[in-house]
């Protein structure tokens, strides 16, 4: 009823007032339209009632003597100063963790607040400082060491002169013995039990879990360096992107430990798995770029099912010298004889040895170079083609081209020439080119750069697939004739 009622106040009064009015007559209008409103009687769950009535049977609730226990938790990272903004400052955290992510948390009704590690062990704890001071809240005990030389300051306090700061530096500090106490933890609010902090200023429990402890064991500094500087470590090799050497470190420091290894022999097998992470990744990136029909090797030809191939030239081949002088390579003979297997051999072979390759057919190039000429990036489509180190074109003469296809493919092989090498399998003879092109003039310019620097591998032999189809013809016709016998 109340919303309703503001509803009806701004559509029937607001709207109403003209410009002239003045504020003891808007006022006045608004009390004469309240005390309209606060008579008015409407219907609630059958009984006809006034905004008075509801109000006097249903009274609002007493605010509570302390606020909801309420905890803010933000994500932070560590600057390489060792701090961690908040709320518009900044808090210092114990050195030897940059770009480590923590979690700043605090009670709305507490004045300290705790940094804590996604282990949830907490590393440092301070008092709150006026949202947006601008101020650097440090704890002694986790000064930042970028910090070390500086004037001392508060977080509060104005700096210190140079003089009392050289007779801070000069004068030998007395060790305490003891601890003493601090400002009381979360939860302790309304108790008289101090709570007791160490040396650095921290709660003794919160050290000891923030070192991965249990509570009451106590932790040699010897031990304490080794897991810091196995941290900070870590942390180095994750900021260079050297993530598998930063997950396999713990793996290979037990290796060390177990096997002695020297310094060198662990810092050389810690980086050997990181380059054999980098280079698996760089020989998947290639594979997918390079779009090759299967996975064949030249170890997957059986040579001696196809006579007609020169094993020694193909051997040869598959050592890539022909790239050093971008030399082409074209596969001519009839359908089933290897020629693909082998284009795709020669592809994976290229691609192992760490160069850019890209397998495509003459039909698939055509049809691109067309598309890409409709839509006006024919400049890219060029670049495209020239930029692989390797090209495979396959299947050149199976389908007929149209009339711009060969001038593509032309376009193609001159932007290649004598700068990068080109794969070409076809079953028409060189002899016959310019029929299967439809353009004399275009089949010799392009045959002309292609031979230019050449190794032309006739194949002449049984097709694959038809020698298949026919030993399984003669496997069955075999377990007939045994059948009928």
Known sequence: MVEKANHIAAQRWWRTVP????????????????????????????IKVTIGQLAAG?????????????????????????LVSFDGNLYSVPPGMPGVQVTVRHRLDEDYLHIVTAGRAVIARHRRAAPGSGLTVRDPGTSSPWNARSSPRSATGPPASRKSAARSRTRPRPRPTGCEDGPPGPGDAGRDRPVHLCRRG??????????GETPGVSTSPTQMSEARRFQQLRSHLSYLKLNDAAEALNRVCDQARTEGLSLTAALERLLEIEVDATEA??????????CLPEPWTLNDFDFAAQPGVDEKLIRDLATMRFMDDASNVLFVGPPGVGKTMLANALARAAVDGGNRVYFTTAAELAAKCHKAALEGRWRTCM???AGPKLLVIDELGYLPLPEDGASALFQVINQRYLKSSTILTTNVGIADWAGAFGDATVAAAMLDRLLHRATVVGIDGPSYRLRGHQNHADTLRQGVNARVS
């Open 58 to 82: 249903e009274p609002l609730l007493e605010l509570p003597v302390r606020p909801f226990p309420a905890e803010l938790e933000v994500q932070r990272a560590v600057s390489p100063q060792a």
């Open 383 to 385: 670049n495209f083609f």
């Open 202 to 211: 921290r709660p003794a429990a919160d050290r000891t879990r923030s070192q």
């Open 19 to 46: 410009d002239h009015l003045s504020v003891e007559q808007a006022q006045s209008g608004v009390d004469k339209l309240a005390a309209r409103m606060d008579e008015r009687r409407r219907t609630v769950d059958g």
């Open 281 to 290: 990744r760089r020989l998947a990136a290639r594979l997918r770029f390079a």
